[in-house]
């Protein structure tokens, strides 16, 4: 069975620090993983995937993400963050034979000015 | 504009009354599926449609129904809902053969059985 841990239900930083919001997996094979995002009173909005190749991904908002096969995470990363960043973030994983798309338990990110 | 429609975005009701949730999508996706998040929890998968008249039972599918008479519509059903249902739900749809590109979600139902 595919399972996502997200082990920090809260991160808080300061504008303009990095932020990092953790996440690891338990599945076997070569899954797809993804990072969403959700604003308060919002749905998910995709932030970016890990299919295949270069580990070290990019997508919306300046984010990034880096697939470690050996560690099995995918950690999110954000250089420097904005106050606008503050939502709730979700790791997911599927396989590519099945499509269903498994959840963490999400992280809460504050960033603070 | 390519989007997943739900309705309503929020919605109180009262033990055992049916209801139900209006989930549409315009993009011509094969794959529908409803999500419940809960906090804690995350999000979990109650069903999912690969196509018209193709249903499955997710994660958590006890006390819903579905059905997908169109491509573009998934209605989520609760017979006789409970207050253990009270919950964020989302609809998402994706490209059968395109899913690594991830799915579109719509906004959220919010609902509250009391």
């Known amino acids: 069975a595919q399972s996502v841990a997200q082990p920090e239900d809260q991160v808080n930083v300061a504008e303009g620090n990095p932020l990092t919001v953790k996440c690891t997996y338990s599945v076997s094979g070569n899954p797809y993983l993804f990072w969403y995002v959700q604003y308060p009173n919002r749905g998910l909005q995709f932030l970016l995937k890990y299919i295949t190749g270069d580990n070290l991904v990019k997508g919306s908002y300046g984010f990034e993400a880096e697939f470690n096969k050996s560690q099995t995470s995918f950690h999110l990363k954000k250089p420097s963050a904005l106050v606008s960043d503050s939502a709730l973030y979700f790791c997911a994983v599927r396989f590519p034979n099945d499509y269903k798309l498994s959840f963490g338990a999400g992280t809460t990110v504050t960033v603070r000015a | 504009e390519a989007q997943v429609t739900q309705n309503p975005r929020y919605l109180i009701t009262v033990t055992g009354k049916k209801l139900t949730v209006t989930c549409s999508q315009n993009m011509n996706h094969e794959y529908m599926s409803w999500y419940r998040q809960d906090p804690g929890l995350g999000l979990r998968q109650i069903y999912y449609?690969?196509?018209?008249?193709?249903?499955d039972k997710g994660d958590v599918p006890e006390g819903y129904k579905v059905s997908r008479k169109e491509k573009r519509n998934f209605p989520l059903i609760l017979e006789s809902p409970s207050p253990n249902q009270t919950s964020l739900y989302f609809c998402a749809s994706g490209r059968r053969d395109s899913l690594h590109y991830g799915y579109t979600f719509g906004s959220g139902t919010r609902l509250t059985v009391v």
């Open positions: 449609s690969m196509n018209v008249e193709v249903t």
